[in-house]
């Protein structure tokens, strides 16, 4: 059976929202973070969560890969769009704004600001400057949900469940205060069923 590795709460909880979404037949193993001799590293050796494991031993990682195969299990699901369209491609589009501006360019120097210095010392203004690089990189997507409830077209897709796990931890970090169009996209993902099926399933309060 396929499985989707997560960890409570991190990024792979948007494929875990999908699969709720969807009714896939995938199981959800939860794994130990940051220990490199965890079992979890035999099968995904960088120990990163989401990692999906097909049944052929095949293993998928990056949620920009990962959520897109999720959806195509279930051709024609509103949650993405056929292959060739524009929808498609700008779906694609803010699952690669997210991935890269939001998580890694953003989150990844606060909540790792280890990794870009050496220097404790340094710490806290790495994290400032972060903190300043997620409102930047959330004001596009404040002015596209000024105008629409959703990312792409008039429903919502993949990209406003990947997006619904950042705006989760940009509230936590105390970034969305002047972000009134962010909030609300909050408030309504955090009401979906699939989502608090998945908090419950994976532990969240
Ligand atoms: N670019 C990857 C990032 C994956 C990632 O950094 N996952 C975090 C959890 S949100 C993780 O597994 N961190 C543990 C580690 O880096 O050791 C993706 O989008 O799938």
Redesign the pocket.
Known sequence: MTTLFI?PG???FAAHVVIHELQLPISVEPVT??DPNAPYRQINP?????ALLLDDQTLL????A?LPYLADLKPGTPLFAPAGSVERAQIQGWLGYV?TEV??GAFRPINRPERYSADEAAFPGIRQRALEQLANALKPIEARLTQSDYLVGNRLTLADIYLGVFLGWSARVGVLGDFPALQAALARFRARESVVHTASAEGLA
């Open positions: 960890f991190a990024c792979s973070l940051g960088t120990g990163r969560v989401p990682t990056e949620n920009t990962i991935a998580h890694v």
